[in-house]
């Protein structure tokens, strides 16, 4: 079948990366239990552990990552409680709902570049702890946040931390969407390792799908019994995989020798090579990312021209009447694909 | 890794049929649209339609059951109504509280061999319509069943038809669970095709994971706009796959050159052979279902010997102090298991 | 206005006891506190304490039953848990599907006259104990029950306290409906009093609507803290009752000077009358309740020729082709009005 | 019970109207039928529907506002969208998540002195509209305001015309709050009238509680039919009330010879004259509200001082570093009051 010949519209473009299907077909009239309880998740449990640091960590495979999101929110909050999330946070605008589906408020807070600050954490909390009224209010009992973000900028280490002890200070666990985490991972910018992450959260996910897997997320609590009952909980969320080793398989295969990382560096490093470009040749981007999306800033005429040769996103029209395209870089990006960008550019 | 050698549990041990690994791996680097918005999904559709002579049909396709389920349903009921199914149903039963999750009720009607009946489903419409006190109580809104049952039993045409009036007098919808559908239509004493399950049904789900798929199940509304703004409820429950493609080329590959029935004849004829075993051997079975899963009525002391030579599922505890163990077959299991399965009896 | 003569409709179909609405008179012009914290309200919490033999009870005054079940078992359930009831229980069967809508499932189990037996309880805890697939099933959370049950009867201190000892081996909460306590507390059959019900149950409520108030429903925690943020979850769920002190002040006064055991006395001994009369007159009835409801089975002419004179309730349709209907008293039920339903039959 | 000399807390601080108590004393011992359906409903009924020029109205009665309005949204929207509020309106603000927990998102628009603007309605739908992922955005289902507002300002008629307009463009429906819409219609800059209001909102609420009822709201739907089982809705919510005539007997009053404009002409009165006597001492208002409630913004020695004489509701700290404090008067207040209150300003 036909495709468009320069395709940068997304991450979640092309099937899984080679190996895992490799190991998919390998595997695949072999007999194992269902529902997760199979030896191939085990032993992608014992591997995720241990990139995290985590021996004792408790990991749930689910299908997506807005799945992973409201059933770890739902398992997390208390029915008097909603999530702090950056006003552009996935769970806050791009998934229809869901977290108020399940029955909880998304706490929007000011974020610049798709980031949070602990400041305004504390400030959410703290406006919550003294209002007069706050028994009629919504307690902000959770922190979600997303690494790298909805704009694929980053938090920095210290960042993190200092995040983390904002949500101690309130007693709220800290709750962080890992939908491209290799993009992170595998940036040069990075500093923030999966055993800081596993350190600082009392929950995360490693996602699969965007990073390399047919579908697929890793839902990790550091500590094990973080959210009670948590099998029963994604059963009843319809989140639970039947043939929950298709999803161990994948995590198996991008956690042995380094396939994870590698697979966010490789499409970083396709990402660097368009942004030096696009600099080279003067265009604007509306977010300084330095991970595998890119989101140009382009005056609608320059849009619709760039559009006829690229396959891009469209994210938003700005206010100031440019128009925000997103470029996105994969796994599976090849060389080839960025020259011929950099050709049309 | 090892596995017990003769392996019976279930019929989702296995990954996929190799001919879905095969199109899987041969369109793995194909860049497409996400969200199922794909040519491979557009493509099974436009051959699940075919199949089921419902040329307008409009068709989703989920991960799993349970969430087929609940999300359906939660479309397809209004806020005052519950859902009618068999006492034992699936969503009665086994799915942890899925429907009562997302607000309704199931109101559980009596069941023969896993079987409603169409006048238990007028009485139970007829008694709340009766009912001095009807606005104090859940609604009626749909009737649940699944094919086969939970019991491996078929329901016949003449049945089906006698539900679909049923609920066309009661002015509700009908949706019928296909888990395991292909195991129906593969089924020699099957009388009720795809096309007919499409006109009595106003929605049904054709099950990919327990029939050759690595996950998947196509909802199918036979009369498109059925469930308004679908597309936006199974992302709000989480159901939507990023890259629904990987579903779209299964369900492709499962509508090509009948596959899907084939998947089902094959596992029904393997079960069939361990039937007719067991009749001559003189076991016993606590429901006579013609389909993949076998449901043998032991004594506690020929379960637990049984058990050391064969994997089965424990299903329940009977009143009559016996064991109900399952043995299920599936499109992977070959002669040569059947035969040590027979061996072993 | 027109009234029927004869009216025995139900046990809510009078304004209030004199006595309170003198009280709301007295107090109309003052000036208090909002959502319950005002000093009526504490006043009547002091009053319930004491009559309960609960000194740090935790007490909320909501407006109505069903509300007050569905807020308290949604505030004691966590999302994985149901909650037993018989299942002609009132949450089971005429609330419309309030526990469902706030996501949970009613786990149904045999009544007899209304009531559930502690062997009954402790057979569903251990049925899903030990299911092998108790993971996949609504986890037993809770128990529910009323005093008097649907049908007017009455746990006996010795049931409720079996019933105490299922619960605390279970590890799950005992609940109970006291919409007509004052009937169950009034009655001479009864031997459980308000301390037995405080010490027995770890949430009840002592209904107002069908014992005299205008409205109102009295929650009470014997132990403090039992359901975190309750107030809140009342504001969030609707059932926070801004002036708080109108129910305060009917709470006062039904716990002053024994009025709200006196009212229930005085039904019952109307309805007591009126039981003699009727097996005078060779009524049958269906179930043998000794509070303030009887439960008339008569056969459909004889149920038609006594609606001419008195207005009951339609209960149900027996299966014996007799009609169930049902007679209630109140505390504002008069000699003379007994009399007269007397004289009718 | 003692209670502070100058309390102007809120407006529901009272009991009730004398001429309400006066009613229900006189029909407390009528026997009439549960659940609204009783004849003093009906009366109130025909009296609002006669009041609102709306001859077909369907008209419901509950218990609180945050009850009505979780009940009303709950009921008018679809699982996939939200409703359209101030960031300020009661149900963002201040309803502890009651909406999220009926699960709906609530999409707050910005607002100016608590009101929102056609323009911002039309730009929430015109952006989900014309938004590439609009299917994975909540979509607008409504709109919500107060009349009064959160801070006691009005919609003129043509401001209601004009979102009447937008949310007919929209093809979504108009929901009013009137929690204290007397203190609208009592208002002399007024010039909304309530048949005004009927003929442009799809759904509104006369609120009874902070307007001179013990409680009570009375949910009108202009046109019949317009949310379908509401009856049935409410139940389920725990928002219905057995002794549904209390409310009706209440409202009946409220809406015989003109009680219910008079109770907000009465306190908007007296609020006019604490008014005139603050901008004569130099006080400053945060907000120019014409009705019942006046926002202080004082210093915060002012704020404590004021704080020894009169007892107001805090508001919000704002960011100017002044407080922001609530004075509120309601039928109640006397002449004598306000002269106390104005002597101690």
Known sequence: METKKLCFASDYMEG?????????????????????????????????????????????????????????????????????????????AHEAGAIECSGHKVLPIRQHHGKIAAADVRRCVDDWRRDGNRDHIVMPGMVYLSQPTEYGTLYSLAEL?????????????????????????????????????????DAFYIGGTKCGALFGEAVVFPKPGTAPHFFTVTKQRGALLAKGRIAGVQFDALFTDGLYAEAGRSAVAAADRIRAALAEKGYRQAVPSPTNQIFLSLDPDQAAALSQKVEMSFWENAPDGRVVMRIATSWATTPADVDALIAAL
Chains 1, 2, 3, 4 share one sequence.
């Not at 904002?166 to 999966?194: K, M, Q, S, V």
Request: one cysteine or more.
């Open 161 to 201: 931390e200092d995040i983390n002890r904002a949500c101690r200070e309130a007693g709220i666990p800290l709750y962080l969407d890992g939908a491209r985490l290799a993009c992170a991972l595998g940036c040069p910018a990075n500093d923030a390792t999966l055993p800081d992450i596993a350190r600082l959260c």
């Open 16 to 92: 899984a990366h080679p190996e895992i299907l490799r190991r998919l077909l390998e595997t695949n009239l072999e007999k194992t239990a269902g529902y997760g309880l199979d030896e191939y998740s085990e032993s992608a449990r014992a591997k995720i552990r241990a990139a995290c640091a985590a021996p004792e960590a408790e990991i749930h495979f689910l299908a997506g990552g807005t799945q992973a999101n409201a059933v770890v929110i739902g398992a997390l909050l208390r029915p008097w409680q909603g999530v702090i999330a950056a006003e552009t946070g996935h769970i806050a």
